[in-house]
């Protein structure tokens, strides 16, 4: 069977980052439960800080250099997505936030998204939930309901009787995101070349 | 194969001295680069169209009649004409005008604009973008070709009865190449028609760009107007010479660096290895202008921009200098070497003139072996 192309984009600044970390253990997870469900995986993973200039640079251009460009086809024709930041003045990074700026406003539709994100101090993880779903929702794509955020304690820490621990709340995301892609059909890939033919393009002007 | 210049027409401060031309000398000037690819012996002269500062060229008919007086040779065109705001009935007008008055040495390239508040003040929708060029282009094929015209569409008023004046010269409309820097939507719609289409490559890398002319070298085929090799290509370019290439990367790079559209942005090195232009000694022109025709095939037009981001009237005559005297001539030979025979000449009135008799004639003969009567 064709392996499913899972990819993961994570905003961490230092080498190496927590959220580098955080991507990896859920790119694991989602790998482990669709490797159990019969379904292989090719995990890519884009570090946006190797990209850095390139988006400022598409921002003042208005087009992307090559390896932009090889990222942003990646994200595109990625049959899933994991999406990392670190949490920095209460929301995402601007540089996440900057990378799907530049990213086609179509490119994911009804693609299943994993989202987390990575801080100093657990009082900012709804941050997945003020600032990460609505942009995920803005651009249509599928957003699994388990989103993850882990705190620097939570790297030392297990689960309480309250909440459940990093490794838990990975695990289930991944599930969650693993069960989107075995029961969905393929979502239907963006054609470069596809035209409208003229006539058809003309009758929608001449019938309105 | 044609060579020519484009224009954007803006005024901006030359970033070595601060100084800023006035409207009037940046219009003066604008003139006077036309004339000077006329004496150095290019085939065409674009202006584009704008309705906002920094940019002067908002009336390019005017321009271009003014320049039509002033030469001999030279082919006016616009790069681009908004068909998206101008009213097409207009358009048909005034560059009907132009063609009698420049003797047919006119085309014109159709763009939509992308200046968001330009569509608001002339009464329009950004949104509305596509579905105005298909429209207006309809309205104005129709306009040049039909001498009475009943009409009625989404975007402008009814027509009964209408007849625009002055006809085409010699009952032939003018050339149309439809720019785009990104639609296949126009590349579609020049295919469609039979058009040029002018790919505005000086901005982005070339892999996008072979894409779009590709479909519109199929879907020109695709509509009978001949094989894919037969369309109407048409590409940018730009450039700034010196006989030595490290004194033209010295003399440019302060205008790279603060030009508006891609200052600030990329290194001129980047820039240089990512897109069209070429910053060095007449022959790496030569050389890069050549790669065009492996990447999209033999073409028909290749326009330059010369005279952007604050250079100074006397540097940008010295640039046609060269163009004209060591690169257009090298360039006209090497691409007239090994072009196949069945690809097209650039478009000229002279031709559009000759193949419409000539397809009179066939249509005739045809009537006349079939019995049928093709001029009732």
């Given amino acids: 069977m064709k392996p499913l192309h899972l990819v993961a984009v994570t905003a961490g600044l230092s080498q190496p980052s927590s959220t580098r970390l955080l991507a990896d253990r859920l790119t694991t997870a989602a790998q482990r439960q669709l490797a159990d469900a019969g379904r292989p995986v090719e995990v890519q993973v884009v570090e946006l800080r190797e990209l850095a200039t390139a988006i400022a640079q598409h921002m003042v251009t208005g087009f992307p250099g090559t390896a932009l460009r090889a990222a942003l086809d990646a994200v595109t024709r990625a049959d899933a997505l994991i999406a990392v930041t670190p949490v920095f003045t209460a929301s995402y990074s601007g540089l996440f936030k900057s990378f799907f700026d530049v990213l086609d406003n179509e490119a994911l539709v009804d693609k299943p998204v994993l989202i987390a994100a990575t801080g100093g101090t657990a009082r900012h993880s709804l941050v997945l939930d003020h600032a990460l779903r609505p942009l995920f929702g803005y651009l249509r794509a599928v957003t699994v309901p388990t989103g993850v955020y882990a705190a620097s304690e939570d790297w030392g820490a297990a689960g309480d009787d309250r909440t459940d621990g990093l490794s838990e709340r990975i695990d289930r995301a991944a599930r969650q995101l693993a069960g989107l892609l075995v029961d969905a059909p393929p979502a239907p890939r963006q054609d470069d070349d596809e035209v409208v033919p003229f006539a058809q393009q003309l009758a929608a002007v001449r019938g309105a | ?376």
């Fill in chain 2, 1 to 376: 194969m044609q060579f020519g210049i484009f224009t954007v027409g803006d005024v901006t401060p030359d970033p070595t001295n601060g100084t800023t031309p006035s409207e009037h000398e940046r219009i003066k000037a604008m003139v006077a680069i036309a004339r000077k690819a006329e004496e150095v012996g290019l085939d065409v002269f674009a202006t584009g169209e704008h309705h906002n500062p920094p940019f002067v060229p908002s009336s390019p008919t005017t321009m271009l009649g003014y320049i039509a007086a002033r030469t001999e040779r030279l082919i006016l065109s616009t790069s681009t004409t908004l068909i998206t705001t101008n009213d097409p009935v207009k358009i048909a007008e005034d560059f009907a005008m132009l063609q009698h008055l420049a003797d047919g040495r006119v085309d014109l390239m159709l763009g939509r604009g992308n200046t968001g508040p330009v569509y608001p003040w002339f009464g329009q929708d950004i949104r509305q973008g596509i579905p105005l060029a298909i429209e207006n282009y309809a309205l104005l094929h129709q306009l040049w070709r039909e001498d009475v015209v009943d009409w009625e569409g989404k975007f402008r008023t009814p027509l009964q009865g209408f007849t625009s004046t002055p006809r085409p010269l010699d009952g032939v409309a003018p050339f149309v190449w439809h720019g785009s820097i990104r639609s296949p939507e126009i590349a579609e719609q020049a295919a469609y028609y039979g058009d040029g289409f002018f790919a505005n490559n000086i901005f982005w890398p070339k892999e996008h760009f072979i894409r779009l002319i590709d479909l519109y070298r199929r879907r020109f085929a695709h509509y009978g107007h001949g094989t894919p090799e037969q369309a109407v290509v048409g590409l940018g370019g730009q450039v700034f010479m010196r006989k030595n290439s490290q004194d033209a990367v010295r003399e440019f790079r302060p205008y790279f660096d603060n030009a508006p559209v891609y200052g600030h942005g990329p290194s001129l090195e980047e820039f240089t290895e990512q897109t069209p232009l070429t910053v060095g000694s007449p022959q790496e022109v030569i050389d890069k202008t050549l790669t065009f025709r492996e990447s999209f095939g033999d073409y028909q037009r290749q326009l330059f921009l010369m005279d952007h981001a604050g250079l100074p009237l006397k540097t940008v005559l010295e640039q046609l200098d060269l163009l004209g005297e060591e690169v257009v001539p090298v360039l006209r030979r090497e691409f007239a070497a090994g072009r196949p025979a069945g690809v097209p000449a650039g478009p000229t009135h002279a031709a559009l003139v000759a193949r419409a008799a000539a397809d009179a004639d066939g249509a005739a003969q045809t009537g006349q072996r079939t019995g049928t009567d093709t001029l009732a």
